[in-house]
């Protein structure tokens, strides 16, 4: 953006951030499980701006979570997820190195409760869920951008929408829930860039849904229409003919013609008429 | 600056507690804006005389009016703005509800310009208002008596938690942009408005930036003559008429067919005199030059040889009074920096071509302006004008129309800027789309799910072609 500045270019920026996913305790549990893994590992192996950077559930809840997920992952990646064919690998040996440091942290080592196997010489870390880790840890100050999930605990499932919004606004945030109100109150408190409620990942599949991001996660949309508008300037054209031209526009400006100009202004047909009565032509 | 940080702390907070986001809030502040410009009418045309000399006809025309117009219209339209609106979802989501949101960035930074210090404050500031935002409003230094006017009265008419004016000159312009927002509005210079976005880049902030440019007229030879007396007073409205000739729409030189130009500039110099009596000094329907510095740049402007030279009409000069006579040029030098800088202020330049389709390509070949006028009847030029130039807008036989037209978004394209506002485009350029997709549980597609298989594979492949028959088809086993 800094560079386009310089020549005053518009941008479209389509950046990434930390996408939380709540869960509310009265879920169909199967069904959200499956539904996290596959925004989470099933889409590239957590490495994509819209996966689930991080869940936030109820400390009551969290135990089961664990369960299902534990399952949804084996019943996608089987026993053993280092050698399904069915996950992708760390892009590189950098982020390779960059998560193997996020999951090495002496704050958050310990809170491994799913998974954490890797394969420098692969490329591989397998799903791994992290339980209640701090913070100020990195896993929870940068976006992930790899298969590490950590869950944060709260005691009431609201209180997860103020640790969203004490955080940069994300690219998308999900919540899984069949209560309404907290519908409601997740769509009109937390900004994203785009939501999903009850699933992950799919509302970018949608074209009459704008993707792109909001404060820190970008500006801009693109996608159906959208990509159409994000790349047109749209032009203003007005056509006027040669008639009906009225010499209160223009200079010498006198007290009649500022009622007239007010009239009109206004829009008031009847202040139109009372003027143009009142007004003297030149 | 501790004073700023605090400010912006406290506007932070009131945003948080979703005080500006309500319908209630939204209508009260459009109504307090109503009011403001109705009570303060005559306070404010003393104002604008004041800093630019404006004329109370210029004044209600372009800055109450404007903003009168402008509120009175958001307050009828908010509701329905603000309402989400469904996306079309094909079958393959079912069952599922997509929406679009509209709301707010948050805190948002609104700077305005000097040459219409009311309305290109206040018509963002009801743009930001209608969306929901909080608002920092910058008025521009430039017009001190209309900027501690605003920062003295808005506080006693809108709320002043959420909307605060905050006055001076450079320093305090680069303290506000060291801080971080959730949008800037920016109306001013393009030299500014790179400052401005190069500041909002080290945040991530979006910008809209209503700059300017060289405006062309364009007077095409199929022109009736019976016409042309309108013609140049809409050219001249253009020109002088429009805070002396420093707007931002304001058209800055005329490309007319040599054969026709000097009817025209004696036509034009009839309009002068006509609008402005025989001394234009003694008018009080004329806007003065801002200021000093501006008055040494136009100075400047004429005082190379060849330029000065090229004075057709006036080209009058009080130093002492900052006046400068409404002056037309014939040809002036094309690399002059009368012809490559952005004149703003009464010096026009009339350029002679030998066949008017050449302005196509005189105008393309120059970075794209606010506005293009063109006074034409060839409906084949007219095309050739859209579809070979670019600009923010173009108006055919008409001039500065185009502002005042809610349904046309007002806003430049490359070096003129980028964004555009006034009508609802005002409301969407101070939202965020936020888009909702809503699921059930059931049912349960298992083709999203791994492990994978050639099954799976072909599944997803039709549903994206929507291929519902095929779908169904391969779930009975009946396609391969």
Redesign the interface.
């Known amino acids: 953006m800094t560079a386009a500045a310089k020549h005053l270019t518009p941008v479209v920026l389509e950046l990434g951030g930390k996408c939380p996913a709540v869960i509310d305790s009265d879920v169909d549990l199967q069904v959200t499980a499956r539904r996290i893994v596959a925004g989470k590992w099933q889409a590239n192996n957590g490495q994509a701006c819209i996966s689930v950077d991080y869940i936030i559930t109820t400390k009551d809840f969290a135990p089961k979570l664990i369960d299902a997920l534990r399952k949804g992952i084996e019943e996608c990646f089987g026993t053993d997820p280092m050698e399904s064919k069915d996950i992708s690998r760390i892009v590189s040996s950098n982020h390779f190195s960059r998560l193997q440091s996020l999951m090495d942290e002496y704050k958050v080592y310990n809170k491994i409760v799913v998974g954490g196997q890797r394969n420098q010489k692969e490329l591989k870390i397998a799903p791994t869920i992290f339980l209640d880790v701090p913070g100020d840890s990195q896993l929870m100050q940068e976006e992930i951008f790899g298969p590490l999930l950590p869950i944060i605990t709260v005691e009431n499932v609201k209180d997860s929408i103020d640790l969203i919004n004490s955080k940069p606004k994300p690219l998308a945030a999900y919540l899984f829930t069949n209560n309404d109100k907290l519908k409601n109150y997740f769509v009109q408190s937390v900004s994203s860039g785009g939501m999903a409620i009850n699933d992950t990942v799919l509302h970018v599949t949608v074209s009459s849904l704008p993707f792109g991001g909001v404060g820190e996660s970008g500006m801009g949309s693109y996608h159906g229409k959208f990509s159409f508008d994000a790349f047109s300037h749209k032009k203003a054209v007005l056509y006027r003919s040669f008639s009906g031209d009225s010499s209160v526009r223009y200079p010498p400006y006198t007290p009649e013609k500022q009622k007239l100009i007010k009239a009109v202004t206004n829009g008031g047909i009847f202040n139109i008429i009372l003027a143009l009565m009142g007004w003297s032509r030149d | 600056m501790e004073g700023l940080e605090g400010t912006l702390a406290e506007l932070r907070d009131t945003f948080?507690s979703?005080r500006t986001r309500s319908v209630a809030w939204r209508k009260s502040q459009l109504r307090g804006m109503i009011e403001f410009v109705q009570d303060n009418e005559e306070r404010i045309f003393q104002a604008l005389d004041q800093d630019v000399g404006k004329?109370?006809?210029?004044a209600?025309?372009d800055e109450v009016?404007?903003v009168?117009?402008s509120a009175k219209l958001s307050l009828s339209c908010v509701e329905k703005w603000m309402a989400p609106k469904k996306?079309?979802?094909?079958l393959v989501?079912f069952p599922?509800s997509?929406q679009?949101?509209p709301?707010p960035?948050?805190v948002v930074l609104i700077m305005g310009s000097w040459n219409f210090p009311i309305s290109l404050t206040l018509d963002p500031l009801i743009a930001a208002i209608s969306a929901g935002n909080a608002v920092v409003l910058k008025p521009s230094e430039l017009s001190p008596t209309c900027s501690s006017f605003l920062a003295e009265n808005i506080p006693k008419y809108l709320d002043p938690k959420s909307i605060k004016v905050i006055e001076g000159g450079i320093d305090v312009c680069e303290q506000l942009l060291q801080q971080k927002w959730?949008k800037i509005f920016f109306t001013g210079s393009?030299r500014v408005?790179?400052i401005v976005?190069?500041a909002?880049?080290?945040h991530?902030t979006?910008v809209t930036?209503e700059?300017g440019g060289k405006c062309p007229a364009i007077m095409d030879s199929s022109s009736?003559p019976t016409?042309m007396k309108?013609?140049a007073?809409?050219i001249?409205?253009a020109k002088w008429?429009s805070c002396s000739g420093q707007a931002c729409i304001a058209i800055d030189y005329l490309l007319v067919e040599e054969r026709f130009a000097s009817d025209l500039i004696d036509l034009l110099a009839k309009t002068i005199k006509?609008?402005?009596?025989e001394n234009p000094r003694e008018?009080?329907?004329?806007c003065k030059i801002v200021n000093k510095n501006n008055f040494k740049r136009l100075l400047d402007l004429l005082k190379d040889p060849l330029v000065e030279a090229s004075v057709a009409y006036g080209g009058s000069v009080d130093e002492e009074k900052m006046y400068i006579e409404p002056t037309i040029l014939l040809n002036p030098p094309l690399d002059s920096q009368i012809m490559t800088e952005e004149i703003f202020g009464p010096l026009l330049p009339v350029i002679t071509l030998d066949d008017i389709y050449e302005s196509i390509d005189f105008i393309s070949s120059r970075p794209k302006p606010l506005a293009i006028y063109a006074f034409t009847r060839d409906e084949k030029f007219k095309k050739q004008i859209?579809s070979r130039t670019?600009?923010?807008?173009?108006?055919?036989?008409?001039t500065l129309?185009?502002f005042l037209?809610d349904s046309?978004?007002?806003g430049g394209?490359?070096?003129s800027?980028?964004?555009?506002y006034h009508g609802k485009y005002s409301f969407d350029t101070f939202s965020?789309?936020?888009?909702?997709?809503?699921?059930?549980?059931?049912p349960?597609l298992e083709p999203?799910?791994?492990?994978?298989n050639s099954f799976k594979l072909h599944f997803i492949k039709l549903a994206y072609a929507f291929n519902y028959i095929g779908l169904i088809l391969l779930l009975l086993g009946l396609k391969k």
């Not at chain 2, 996306?87 to 094909?90: H, Q, V």
């Not at chain 2, 800027?417 to 555009?420: L, Q, T, V």
């Not at chain 2, 965020?432 to 059931?442: P, T």
């Not at chain 2, 999203?448 to 994978?452: A, D, E, S, V």
């Open positions: 948080k979703g004329h109370p006809v210029e209600y025309r009016g404007v009168a117009k996306g079309d979802l094909p989501f599922a997509a679009v949101m709301e960035f948050g959730d393009q408005g790179r976005m190069t909002a880049a080290q991530l979006p930036l700059l009736n016409n309108v013609i007073k809409r001249a409205g008429g006509q609008f402005y009596g008018s009080t329907s004329l859209l670019s600009s923010g807008s173009v108006t055919f036989n008409d129309l185009q037209c046309l978004p007002f394209v490359g070096q800027g980028f964004g555009r965020h789309e936020k888009a909702i997709l809503q699921r059930g549980f059931f349960e999203r799910y791994p492990p994978w």
